[in-house]
């Protein structure tokens, strides 16, 4: 080949070359300034949750009586006490670090966060993909046995269920995961339903690939953008539902913290000591519009028809 | 149509049965009873009053007693709370949520569709960026923080908004008096106002790009007669699904209100009697608010079916 001809090669190739759909997605998320900026703060938060230990010098379950309920240095308002240097968000009724506290509170409202998603994502996704992919009597029956669990007052049974553990807090993952998984499942059915007339499946049957072997190797692969969605979506959810059992005082327990704990101890003295409540409630507050901004910003990127 | 609803009523009953059952296992499996705080009784007579409540019988009798009675419309006594029966401590406290629920309810409804309206009417103008940036305020900060910022801005500094000092009651019940519904309501209804508004919003823009849309203006009628008689028919069907999942938000959502403001109803109820292993009364409530739910639910679609005449309830 000559070196023109080479080059008109080249140029061809990059003007056609492929761009994947994850990619066009990629891009799209990234032009995207909320989203943007939803995952770089909480990335943020969640390095500082990792990371607690070291950015402050104080434990998170350091007693100090001679700082009881002090406001932060640079508090501009009014305050019994000032806590001195190193607590930057104050301190507690019994004199922790307020700010450790959040970061180690932020330890467990995310795990739990992470945990339970996971938890409701693998159930939810097996069972929305084996009805849809069976179809027939089989996803009758086991849609209508979500339809039941859905019109239950979950929330109840959230409760009972931490009755029932007597209020272990490992558990609870399971517990909270393994009732948020309904509606994954009917998104997944509903999106296995409709994959599976396409003709890759088809060809996969008459390959003869076992039904296990289509259902995760190539229908989940091909359902996974709106499950991706949800996922975001569910984790705020998870941590809500948590920050709810902690705050009627079913959750976590002393000395370890979660944002619901915190918040609800902010509440009981917001009237004497409003960082209590302010800092908890802040960090919790922007790590939700984080996670929803990041699931409206995939929603987008991954439906670009919707747009 | 007549034929429908008989069949989702007895559809219901299975549903409930299911309830009532997982929820009676679960209570018994958790660690503790009901009588476990008066452990100083003599033997024999904490044998007698488990004796009188029918709980020295093996789980499944009890479990068939309580079925049978249930049957005849009898919730059984209190365990905790002597001398009331469940049906007597809901005929009490029921009344006192449905009014918080039903006012948060109509005001979410009205609230939330006229501010999502707006929004899509004002596509990607301010109007819009400011409605959602505050739904999406609603929806991320959790009652329990709404609730004690709201107390601490009306009850206790007592804000003064248009010349109006709003010095609210931050607890209590006072036989319903409107001052002290006014806190909860509103706390109970914000989340719902920020979904209601976003799905309004969503669904309406997606209706003012159709076709019929554009024949309407085509006719030259007016921007109000398009939006009103045409656009938000169709754009409140989402809405109506919505109602379900709404009920049970404002459900969960009265748990915390119940306890922060000190309302007499309900849900306040649950979670002490779960705490306390009332064994009874948990039922009880569980039994009323899957029922409230399933009710609900069975609304929702009836009024789907009227709305939508594509829908063939069958």
Known sequence: MTPAATRKAETLERAFAGRSLWADARARLFRNKAAVTGMAVLGVVTLLALFAPFVSRFAYDGIDYNVVTCAPDWWPFEAACKAGPGHWFGTDTVGRDLFVRVLYGARVSLAVGFVATLVSLVIGVLYGATAGYWGGRVDALMMRAVDILYSLPFIFFVIILMVMFD??????????GAVVWLTMARIVRGQTLSAKQKEYIEAARAAGVSPFGIITRHIIPNVVGPVVVYVTLTVPDVILIESFLSFLGLGIQEPLTSWGVLISDGANTMESAPWMLIFPALFMAATLFCFNFIGDGLRDALDPKDH | MIGYALKRFFGALPTLFIIVTVAFFMMRAAPGG????????????????????????PLLVQY????????????????KNKDFTVAQLIGIGLPVSMRLGLLAMALAIS?????GVWAALRQNQWQDYSVMTVAMFGITVPTFVTAPLLTLLFGVYGVHIFGLEFNLPVGGWNGGAWRNMVLPVVVLSLPQIAIIARLTRGSMIEVLRSNYIRTAKAKGLSANAVVLRHALRAALLPLVSYLGPAVAGI????????QIFGVPGIGRYFIQAALN??????????ICYAALIVLLNFIADMIYGLLDPRVRLS
């Open chain 2, 277 to 286: 292993r009332d064994y009874t009364l948990v039922m009880g409530v569980v």
């Open chain 2, 251 to 258: 459900l969960t959502g009265s748990l915390i209100v119940e």
């Open chain 1, 167 to 176: 209020r272990n807090f490992y558990l609870m993952f399971v517990a909270i």
């Open chain 2, 64 to 79: 068939g007693i309580y079925l049978e009675r249930l049957a005849q419309g009898d919730l059984g006594p209190s365990f």
């Open chain 2, 34 to 57: 009901p009588f476990d705080s008066a452990r100083k009784l003599p033997p024999e007579i904490e044998r007698n009053v488990k004796a009188a409540y029918n709980l020295d019988k």
């Open chain 2, 111 to 115: 609230l939330g569709v006229s501010l």
